[in-house]
């Protein structure tokens, strides 16, 4: 297997409690707007993946790909998504 696609990031964003979680005083829940922080990144992938048949009409297999991307750039610091995906597949043929 052989790729490329495009990766939608988000995740919650609270400008009070992502700037002071991590002072020395309690945090007290306050009523603040959040707000969605996203990125949309590129990636490509490479794989392979064996099947087995059972029957004619039903086979099993299992499936590993490696993903490299672009760096994902947040408001709280960058990251890869990069990794290992792995799959276990059970198949029906019509």
């Known amino acids: ?38 990125d949309t990144i590129l990636g490509g992938y490479l794989g392979a993946g064996i099947h087995y048949n059972i029957t004619p009409r039903i086979f099993v297999g299992v499936e590993g790909k490696y993903l490299w991307t672009d760096k994902v750039k947040l408001e709280y610091g960058e990251f890869r998504m990069d990794g290992i995906i792995a799959n276990a597949v059970i198949g029906i043929r019509f």
Not at 14 to 31: A, F, P, R, S, T
């Open 1 to 38: 297997m052989v790729g490329a696609g495009v990766y939608f990031v988000s995740r919650p964003y609270d400008d009070y409690y992502d700037d002071n979680h991590n002072h020395d005083h309690d945090y007290h829940h306050h009523n603040h707007d959040g707000d969605d922080d996203y």
